[in-house]
């Protein structure tokens, strides 16, 4: 202990040492938040400029809050219903990879069986896979079964994308929860359903939720699929996207930032849960 | 979190349910007037007065095509009518329905679009709906670089060429622009526009020394390109931010400028070669599919968008001018009062070489594209012997008229069996 | 104990069979397609997508594009996650902005970035008006293919970074802060704990974000062409172009045959490379 006291100048070069590592990690911060967000400030910026402002040079680095490009897309017939399918099959892929991945994840995660690792190629492969090709297969097959135009057989396709996320995170995400948890629960007398519900759920249930934020952005931003599958029952990528690389570019960036802002208010509201994911060993 | 679930599930249960309730409305399924603006204007005005309803839905060709493969494959579908351009129905020609006995009223349908339209089937596989063709803009600020003696209306390719190098040499950079990007327009330009101006063909002389004439001026114009050109869609957006002073484009691709600006913008005709000026139409048509849920309601349709008051409708939504007969009248936007002079100088010009759309290729008719695309790609932006590249596209070209028996067709003369390449 | 071993199969079977019908099956009639021309199985589609002129340029480049895009993302996000996983107050505005790509579409994302690039774009307004630039540098031009693979690399970085951070998080997450805090006693520096201790622990979390990452680099297409037009031409492209321009389905799965071999390739060695030993599982 007087050791320590002793060694005063080795303590101040330790603080000042302190002082610097703490001024690299706030100018880092700063730095890699103005990388993310200055892109997103153009874009709103040229969102909100008018059509002569967004053509002109050099161009404005504030808003004129000329809201005409953007209220065009507001009144654009259908966008409100275009609005409300993008988040039904948002949530339906949600729903759907969470229900389908997460019981595969926790096999994975705490079985060792023949024919896991041939599992979790396929469920990588379905990423490796350009989805466009696979639209006219699966169009023929919806149109026979009748899910053709259902946000349901929209949000299967999405599902595929998203399952492989689903899987891929619930699976790290139980392998971080001990197993002697549960196995501490069942000599307590829970069958092991009960062990899981009660002890593993809990302490999942962040993870999930942000891996379920996964499955929703990609089903957002997805058009392809959603302009094939969908005639009735529009999503608003395939309804504004479709359109945006031939029209003028004025409407190109207030049809993007329509599309990017119900992201990022998503993200916002479900902000928790991403940080909840990563409190789950250090409670 | 649990109830929201609940909650989100059943709501989408019943959404998912309800969701087959019969389609009443005729699905349009295009691939034109995709601009968010054009595709309002096309359901505001142009569709509003067909009764009973239409659906009007623009797509990208991949989706488009996709999605009538899948409903031609399935055997049922929900679309209606489609709308495209010439090659992309041409690709579909066996599971077109024969319009032959659709009742046009009066409307009198150009007769060469007409033929075109049967693709060599014998049937009326689709109508002809609306065409441009494509045409020169400048910035009235490039004009004191003309070099003298040019006249706009009988503009060559040699004088355009002098024009561009002024132009770059005078203002610091080059400010000729030309659609080369992805969505560019730009195979149709060397198909029906360069090639033909200097060999009168398309096909035969492909590789021929005048051809190689055409393409070594083209290189010389493409010193003095706006490099960015291989990234342009559409020139009125390059023309607006003055990224570009003079372009070449499709009619309706050049449109937002002279509407914006109609006071900085003169149009005129594309440029003459040696052979003449070398110019092609653009169609698009309307079919229905086999598969059409109600056959009648749709052929209704088709004939409501030739009708001479839909037409001239279709001209204001979306800069295309129509295939029947009609009287224009006089309060037509800016777009097209300077566009429809230039045209007109161009089709009526003393040297005027027509040039055909492809005929007879069938789902060749996007490589036959390629073959011109990947000259140019090769020779202006590869830089690789003009020569050697023109020797194998040829021998592309040649096998792919061999494999479809297409026989030559304008400027071409006619030939017993598959066009010979030269 | 039976019952145990049929377990993990009956939570497996869900997945299976939805995969199986709805990626198997199409994807089997797909990749049928790539093996085959006029009814008969051949490699003749291989060979075509193999001697087109453009193909060597297409292949480097989407190759090029994933090994230089992918180790900057992944300093990038493991920068992000540690400082996520260390700052005291403030974490949840941070970890919020570092996701905020994730909600961003690619083509959304190539719109934003052409806006800076283009001629007439924010860059060059920055450029012209700090007088660095006397007037518009063309970035995007035929001519400048560095710095269009520049570009497309700064847009890809910056798009798709946030996935591999927000899988880094979790996982860092799960590390227990005695392995550090035992490093900090024995005076291991922060550089050493974070590759001693951080790293080597992180190993499940960084696989998993590899190998996606990877797969989704070598389908990168949206934000080239928006920013590379025909000049950058990649595999995904190619096939697109294949399938829909010229109505070759056979060609067009032929590339997509190929772009899956590569990836399943690059799993393979990351899968080895970044394996977890048996006995260091938890």
């Not at chain 1, 330790?14 to 103005?34: K, T």
């Not at chain 1, 967004?54 to 680095?61: A, C, D, E, L, Y």
């Not at chain 2, 693709?119 to 689709?126: I, R, S």
């Not at chain 3, 899956?260 to 048996?278: C, D, E, M, Q, W």
Request: hydrophobic letters at 50%; one cysteine or more; aromatic letters at 12%.
């Amino acid at each position: 202990m007087t050791a320590i006291l002793a060694d005063a100048p080795a303590a101040a070069r330790w603080d000042s040492r302190r002082r610097a590592g703490r001024f690299l990690m706030f100018a880092a911060i700063v730095l890699l938040c103005a990388w993310v967000l200055l892109p997103i400030y153009l874009l709103i910026v040229n969102a909100l400029s008018s059509p002569n402002e967004v053509t002109g040079f050099p161009k404005r680095m504030l808003p004129s809050f000329d809201t005409g490009s953007i209220s065009f897309f507001i009144n654009f017939a259908g966008v409100a219903k275009a609005l409300w399918n993008s988040i039904l099959v948002a949530a339906l892929t949600m729903v759907l990879s969470i229900g389908i991945g997460a019981p595969a994840g926790y096999a994975l995660s705490r079985f060792d069986f023949p024919g896991k690792e041939a599992f979790r190629f396929l469920v990588l492969m379905t990423r490796a896979f350009p989805l466009p090709l696979l639209a006219l297969p699966l169009a023929v097959m919806f149109i026979r079964t009748g899910l053709d135009d259902t946000p349901v057989g929209l949000a299967i396709v999405h599902t595929t994308l998203a399952l492989p996320f689903a899987v891929l995170i619930t699976f790290s995400l139980f392998s971080g929860i001990p197993f002697e948890l549960e196995e501490a629960a069942w000599t307590l007398g829970c069958t092991r359903l009960q062990a899981f519900w009660k002890v593993v759920m809990p302490l999942a249930l962040p993870g999930i939720a942000a891996s379920a934020v996964f499955a929703f952005t990609i089903s957002w931003n997805e058009v392809f699929a959603a302009a094939v599958l969908t005639i009735e029952n529009r999503t608003l990528t395939a309804f504004l996207l479709q359109s945006l690389n031939v029209s003028p570019l004025y409407l190109k960036f207030a049809g993007g930032a329509a599309l990017v802002v119900p992201a990022l208010i998503f993200i916002f509201a479900v902000r928790k849960y991403l940080f909840a994911m990563w409190g789950i060993a250090n409670r | 979190m649990k109830t929201m679930m609940k909650l989100i599930s059943g709501a989408a249960l019943a959404m998912a349910l309800g969701a087959g309730a019969a389609h009443a409305q005729v699905l349009f399924w295009s691939t034109q007037a995709k601009p968010v603006e054009e595709t309002q204007k096309m359901r505001d005005q142009v569709l509003s007065g067909f009764e009973g309803g239409v659906d009007y839905q623009p797509q990208d060709d991949g989706p488009w095509l996709t999605r009538v493969q899948a409903e031609l494959q399935a055997g049922s579908g929900t679309i209606g009518v489609l709308g495209a351009l010439h090659g992309s129905l041409s690709s579909l020609a066996a599971d077109l329905v024969d319009l032959s006995d659709v009742d046009l009223g009066g409307a009198k349908v150009n007769e060469a679009y007409r033929e075109l339209a049967t693709l060599d089937t014998g049937e009326q596989k689709y109508l002809p709906w609306m065409q441009a063709t494509y045409i020169m803009a400048a910035n009235k600020k490039a004009l004191e670089f003309l070099p003298e003696g040019t006249d706009l209306d009988t503009i060559t390719y040699d004088q355009l060429t002098a024009w561009s190098k002024n132009l770059a040499e005078k203002t610091g950079s080059p400010k000729f622009g030309f659609p080369g990007g992805p969505d560019g327009l730009k195979h149709r330009f060397f198909q029906g526009f360069l090639v033909p101006s200097y060999t009168k063909s398309m096909v035969t002389k492909f590789r021929s020394a005048e051809a190689e004439a055409g393409w070594n001026k083209f290189k010389e114009l493409w010193q003095y390109t706006n490099p960015n050109s291989t990234n342009y869609a559409f020139m009125q957006q390059p023309l607006l931010t003055e990224e570009v002073w003079v372009a070449f484009d499709h009619v309706a691709r050049l449109a937002d400028a002279f509407n914006q600006k109609p006071d900085d913008f003169v149009a005129f005709p594309a440029p003459a070669g040696p052979a003449g000026r070398g110019f092609m139409p653009v169609v698009a048509g309307v079919a229905i599919p086999k598969t059409a849920p109600d056959m009648d309601k749709a052929k209704a349709l088709v004939a409501y968008m030739l009708k001479p008051e839909t037409q001239i409708a279709t001209l204001r939504a979306t800069n295309f001018f129509p295939v029947v007969e009609v009287t224009l009248p006089d309060d037509m936007p800016n777009s097209v009062k300077l566009s429809a002079p230039a045209v007109a100088a161009m089709t009526g010009a003393e040297d005027a070489l027509p040039a055909l759309l492809p005929i007879g290729l069938g789902d060749l008719g996007g490589k036959f594209n390629q073959v011109y695309t990947d000259t140019y790609e090769r020779i202006v932006l590869g830089g690789q012997d003009v020569r050697a590249v023109l020797d194998e596209q040829a021998d592309v070209l040649r096998g792919l008229l061999e494999q479809a028996k297409a026989p030559c067709w304008a400027p071409d003369a006619p030939s017993q069996g598959a066009c010979p390449v030269e | 104990m039976t019952r145990s071993k049929a377990l993990p199969y009956l939570l497996l079977a869900p997945a299976t069979l939805f995969l199986c019908v709805f990626f198997l099956y199409p994807f089997v009639l797909v990749a049928h397609e790539a093996v085959t021309r006029d009814g008969a199985y051949t490699f003749a589609n291989f060979r075509t997508m193999a001697e087109h002129w453009k193909f060597p340029a297409t292949f480097w480049n989407t190759m090029l594009l994933a090994i230089v895009v992918v180790p900057l993302q992944l300093v990038l996000a493991l920068t992000m996650a540690s400082i996520v996983s260390r700052v005291e107050s403030g974490r949840g505005a941070i970890l919020y902005i570092f996701a905020i790509p994730l909600g961003i579409s690619d083509l959304a994302a190539g719109l934003i970035w052409l806006a800076i690039f283009e001629q007439s774009g924010f860059l060059n307004t920055w450029l012209v008006g700090l007088g660095v630039a006397d007037q518009p540098v063309m970035f995007l031009g035929y001519q400048s293919k560095l710095s269009i693979f520049v570009a497309v690399v700064l847009a890809e970085v910056w798009r798709a970074t946030a996935i591999m951070m927000v899988i880094l998080v979790a996982g860092m997450g799960l590390i227990p802060k005695e392995y550090g805090e035992a490093a900090e006693v024995f005076g291991a520096s922060a550089w050493k704990r974070f590759t001693r201790v951080t790293l080597p622990l992180l190993r499940p979390s960084l696989q998993t974000a590899i190998i996606l990452r990877v797969i989704l680099a070598f389908e990168v297409f949206a934000v080239v062409a928006a920013l590379g037009g025909t000049n950058l031409p990649v595999l995904m492209g190619e096939t697109y172009h294949w399938q829909f321009a010229l109505q070759d389905r056979n060609v067009a799965a032929a590339y997509a045959m190929l772009i899956l071999a590569i990836s399943i390739g690059f799993t393979l060695f990351f899968l080895y490379a970044l394996r977890v030993p048996k006995e260091a599982r938890p």
